[in-house]
């Protein structure tokens, strides 16, 4: 072993072990937000998380979580250290990369390296090592129970492996470390798809080797043999033979009459018969070429079976299922992510396209009296001539977002956009803000950690922004040396190997911009997707790796002593990683905070018990999966996702016993809820039963396919309608006042039928589910929704719910003008005082980002808002004065500033006699948003949200100090909420 090698080995674990001690600080402790809950609960229990899955991951993950030795709170703590470790190992593998290439470049054996040669070259690959490995998004996905650190480590081993490739000489081994790439790349599609996006690049890396002398046409038609490669494993391989032995299976079962899965046998033994002759036939020819290829798939095959987990688990039915793909035709479906929207690609409607016919398009099959029986068609939308356009890149349709493409790109209401405005949009907004964004965040610096927050230049120094935006810890200002660095080693690489960079360009673009393509990102996504481009940030990282030697190279000729000469290239490249760790270490340390947790085990906690809980998105289902699943937290609860409900496969699972929580109550047959029976409810008045129709009879007749409540689609099938904007349900008084679930003071108003308005908008089937759930639970187990789910989702039954804590509670007593439902003041005081944890949020130590600042805040604000207001209202103001304390306790301004909510305890404190508590607390919200409103005006007037929840909360304070006759304090900030008014021209010169 030669001295230089010895040190780039010893480096190279001291990066890798530096890494991996960064992200074991600052690595959350339990389950984080969004889809980590999910996959630590998956990977405990080996479940079937969201399409397409990640079974690799789980497996590594369920492996780790034996280390808790059985204590189930330290499970998540161990699925965390699959991301913290693979990601170290992301670094320790870059780092050698770039060792090897910058050795490359300078065309020296590793005997022929002077001193100074091997410290630059060992230095380069710690600078662009650890400037990926403390970069935002990297960082970031390294601290949590997500795919993405995994994912990384496989493009990194890959990368790294082609390289190496690369260098070896002798045939035989060089073909070993082909099939190497190809387990590897087999593998990475058992933890994400993302991995796959570089095989083009590297067939160029392929071509190089084998053609010294490349040719543009042949590097063209390299390029395109890695395309083909990518959509033979992407498309033929991944969903393409599990969908052939789906074909093989459908032919064996329903035209010859065998069993269930003699198909499947029939296609596997044939495939691998076929494949094996072909490996054998290839190595007695002797065609190496072919024989490498076909072993190479093989590999690729070996690493995908991991696969085989989710069809396995999948047949034992566990709580988390999702998409039920226990057969090779439901696998196909979860693999294709057909639960998903599609979007366009190359060629399509635009989002003002209107369908004017379906046709049947793909058979959906499911199993029946031995046989796969067609249940329904995936559908196929005719567009009106001319709808259909080249590069659709603006096609959304849902709610809000026709609105938003019409902002960004200037188009009339009704306005059909052309190639000019897809390109405006393509450019602006997904290229622009959902990826360069991204790049110069983690280059450049980040304005803030806040949704949308743009980039920080050089010269903006934090006294330039409000506090709110300078005292956020997501606020890192790089002064753009990360980006000049990078720059200046993808010039040093342009002088010393342009193949070279051509197919780390390549990689750069595909994992980048040619994400941004594929993906055709709406205009509205429900997080930040950094994450998604990780990749592109670590090609950039090699070119600051590169850009160390770029420095040695401008100081060569300024510097004559090569040492003096080294030790500043040295501490110039290395000054990049560590302004970005120094800026970086307080919005990435995630140490000591566990909200995610509380804030699920404080939903069930706000129900009583055997309870049915209605939920919507990501962050208020996958923390309560993971606390039910993993902790065994309230299993007596069935939470039930409000996005799932009108799927086939989820209802069948609420037929079932899930953990404590017995089956559901449901009167409509399976086949009213299979795929295709009743996705869609017309609203369309039929005037017998204007005035109101009963909820049973209403579902009876929608078992019965009654055609007096049916009309046609465009389709030709027949579908139930929603009769009457008004519903009715009978309800045994005498046995609900015996339950004792109604407040005392309610009784009076308890009586043997409900009766509420639904509206007159169409239903879908989520909404027939959750009627039908209603109607025929009959007051047996306690209903809840969500109050994260926001008034859209509860039927129009606001004045049946009582609030609890973070539900509500369906009752059958109403409270007229209830728009937002009532308070038990009883109930939900010993839920918010005694049930509930809000750990670590008043610690300035801890960070919590916008995330938790956001939701998880804004529901505890709010309920205990609600709570205070009703105590006062009840001439309770001891314990009213008690909830207000504690919501200012454990939710204080420091920590978690002030926002659009707290404003309302101002007035709460005025009347529980707290003047200076309010008066404070009303001049720390005022002040901020007067330094946010006049930041906001001198730099353009954007931000229209922000203006609006200033200006609101100027104007509350305002409402507030004349109310409690504050007059100076109402002065004070009346000048200021007018001032505000003026300059945004919103001052109408009233009172």
């Not at 034996?66 to 593998?93: E, H, K, P, Q």
């Not at 099939?179 to 392929?206: E, F, Q, R």
């Not at 100081?555 to 560590?578: D, E, H, N, W």
């Not at 679930?741 to 908008?761: Q, R």
Request: hydrophobic share 45%.
């Amino acid at each position: 072993m030669t001295l230089f090698k010895k040190w780039n080995n010893i480096t190279g674990w001291a990066v890798f072990s530096t890494a991996f001690i960064t992200y074991l600080l600052t690595m959350e402790r339990t389950a984080s937000f969004w889809d980590c809950g999910e996959f630590i609960a998956a990977a405990f229990k080996l479940q079937v998380p969201h399409p397409p899955g990640a079974p690799f991951f789980l497996l590594v993950g369920r492996l780790f979580s034996m280390l808790a030795f059985g204590d189930v709170t330290r499970v998540a703590y161990w699925v965390n250290m699959v991301s913290v470790l693979s990601s170290a190992f992301t670094i320790l593998f870059l780092f050698w990369t770039i060792t090897l290439l910058v050795r490359k470049f300078l065309s020296k054996t590793e005997q022929q390296l002077s001193k100074s040669d091997a410290v630059l070259v060992i230095f380069s690959g710690v600078t662009g090592a650890l400037a990926y490995a403390w970069s935002d998004s990297f960082w970031f996905s390294a601290a949590e129970a997500e795919v993405y650190g995994l994912s990384s480590f496989f493009t990194a081993i890959v990368i790294w492996a082609v390289f190496k490739w690369e260098q070896t000489t002798e045939p035989a081994t060089a073909n070993r470390w082909l099939i190497l790439i190809a387990y590897l790349i087999g593998i990475s599609i058992g933890v994400h798809l993302l991995n796959l996006v570089t095989i083009p690049a590297l067939a160029l890396a392929y071509y190089f080797k084998k053609f010294p002398k490349p040719t543009i046409l042949g590097r063209a038609t390299a390029f395109c043999c890695g395309l083909v490669v990518l959509v033979i494993i992407n498309s033929g391989i991944i969903p393409g033979l599990p969908d052939l032995a789906g074909k093989f299976e459908i032919f064996f079962v329903n035209t010859l009459g065998l069993p269930y899965n003699f198909g499947i046998v029939s296609f596997i033994i044939l495939f691998l018969g076929t494949l094996s002759w072909a490996i054998r036939y290839a190595h007695k020819k002797e065609m190496v070429l072919l024989n490498t290829a076909l072993l190479s798939l093989v590999f690729v095959l070996i690493g995908y079976s991991s696969y085989v987990m989710v069809l396995v688990r999948s047949e034992y039915n566990p709580p988390i299922n999702e998409n039920n793909p226990s057969d090779v035709l439901r696998f196909v479906s979860y693999l294709k992510r057909e639960q998903y929207e599609s979007r366009p690609l190359l060629y399509g409607p635009s989002f003002t396209s209107k369908p004017i016919s379906q046709e049947r398009g793909a058979p959906v099959y499911r199993k029946k009296d031995g046989k796969y029986v067609i249940i329904d068609y995936r559908p196929v939308y005719s567009y009106e001539p001319g709808s259909n356009i080249l590069f659709p890149r603006m096609y959304s349709s849902q709610p809000g977002h026709p609105q938003l493409y019409q902002q960004m790109t200037g188009l009339a209401e009704g306005q059909k956009p052309t190639m000019k405005h897809n390109l405006t949009y393509m450019f602006g907004h997904q290229i622009g803000h959902m990826y360069w964004r991204y790049f110069l965040w983690n280059f450049v610096g980040r304005e803030s950690d806040e949704e949308g927050a743009g980039t920080v230049l050089p010269w903006q120094v934090s006294s330039q922004f409000p506090s709110s935006i300078a005292k956020n810890r997501g606020h890192n200002n790089f002064f753009m040396m990360p980006l000049l660095l990078g720059i200046a080693g993808l010039f040093w690489m342009y002088r010393k190997h342009r193949d070279d960079l051509l197919v780390l360009g390549l990689m750069f673009v595909l994992t980048g911009v040619g994400l941004v393509i594929y993906l055709n990102s709406p205009p509205a996504e429900p997080r930040e997707r950094d994450y998604i481009y990780v990749g592109s940030f670590y090609i950039f990282c090699i070119w600051i790796g590169f850009g160390g030697m770029a420095i040695a190279g401008f100081f060569q000729k300024a510097i004559q002593t090569a040492r003096l000469r080294t030790a500043l290239a040295v501490a110039a490249g290395l000054s990049v990683p560590v302004i970005m760790l120094a800026k970086g270490w307080d919005n990435h340390d995630r140490s000591n905070r566990y909200h995610s947790v509380d804030f699920a085990r404080n939903l069930l906690n706000s129900c009583a018990p055997n309870a049915i809980l209605f939920t919507g998105g990501d962050n208020d289902t996958f923390p309560l999966w993971y606390l039910q699943e993993v902790e065994g937290v309230r299993t007596d609860v069935r939470v039930c996702v409000q996005t799932f409900l009108g799927i086939d496969w989820y209802i069948e699972q609420l037929k079932r016993k899930t953990n404590k929580s017995e089956a559901l109550p449901l009167s409509l047959d399976m086949d009213d809820y299979a795929t295709g029976k009743n996705e869609f409810v017309p609203f369309y008045e039929i005037p017998a039963v204007k005035n109101g129709i009963n909820l049973k009879e209403y579902l009876d007749l929608i078992n019965q396919e009654n055609k007096a409540i049916q009309v046609p689609l465009t389709s030709g099938d027949m579908t139930s309608i929603l009769p009457s904007s008004t519903l009715f349900l009978p309800v045994d008084a005498q046995k609900v006042k015996s339950m004792n679930i109604v407040k005392h003071e309610l009784l009076p108003a308890l009586t043997d039928s409900m009766s509420w308005n639904i509206g007159t908008k169409d239903l879908y089937k989520s909404d027939l589910v959750m009627l039908d759930i209603i109607a025929t639970n009959n007051w047996k187990r306690p209903v809840y929704f969500s109050s994260t789910m926001g008034a859209t989702h509860n039927l129009g039954l606001q004045e049946y719910m009582q609030l609890e804590g973070y539900t509500y509670r369906l009752l059958p007593v109403r409270v007229q003008g209830a728009s937002d439902g009532y308070v038990n003041s009883e109930i939900m005081y010993d839920n918010m005082m005694k049930k509930m944890k809000w750990r670590s949020l008043n610690n300035p130590e801890v960070y919590h980002d916008d995330t938790y600042r956001g939701s998880p805040v804004a529901t505890a604000r709010i309920s205990f808002l609600r709570l205070a207001g009703q105590l006062i209202a009840e001439n309770n103001l001891k314990k009213a004065k008690e909830v207000v304390n504690k919501a200012m306790t454990v939710m204080p301004d420091d920590t978690i500033p002030f926002d659009q909510f707290s404003v309302g305890f101002v007035g709460m404190l005025f009347d529980l006699g707290e003047n200076k508590k309010a008066l404070d607390s009303a001049r720390t919200m005022a002040l901020r948003s007067d330094e946010n409103l006049s930041w906001i005006k001198k730099n353009g007037g954007v931000r229209n949200r922000d203006v609006n929840v200033d200006l609101y909360m100027l104007q509350t304070i305002v409402q507030e100090c004349k109310r409690a006759k504050q007059d100076a304090a109402a002065q004070q900030y009346d000048a200021i909420f007018r001032k505000h008014l003026l300059a945004f021209n919103m001052y109408s010169g009233g009172n």
